[in-house]
């Protein structure tokens, strides 16, 4: 008999708890603080930060730093609000530290 395999997810790398779904990868071309960072539609398990301006790689962003709901580890960012119109489409979308997520399910 197959042994059944849930969906293939990325979970925090310090506790494993689950933080997104490799579905819901946008791209893998995204810097991080620290580095390689994918672009998620959707994140779970989270807990939100403060919204602050920054400026980053492509322009002058509002962002809420996201953190693991469990270690509280901060895991990336959401993008709250975008001012370049060229980087809108980044709104509402999470950026996870590639350093900071291990693979699950794989």
Excluded at 20 to 47: C, E
Aim: aromatic share 12%; net charge positive; proline share 1%.
């Amino acid at each position: 008999m197959d042994e059944l395999v849930g969906p293939r997810l990325y979970s925090c790398y310090k506790c494993r708890n689950q933080v997104s779904l490799h579905d819901d990868i946008i791209s893998k071309a995204f810097q991080g603080r620290k580095g390689r960072a994918f672009l998620f539609s959707h994140a779970m398990n989270i807990v939100l930060g403060a919204k602050e301006d920054r400026h980053l790689m492509t322009g002058l962003h509002t962002v809420a730093d996201i953190y693991c709901g469990d270690c509280h580890e901060v895991l990336g960012w959401k993008y709250e609000r975008a001012y370049v119109a060229s980087q809108k489409y980044k709104e509402g979308k999470f950026i996870l530290e590639k350093s900071k997520i291990v693979k699950e399910n794989w």
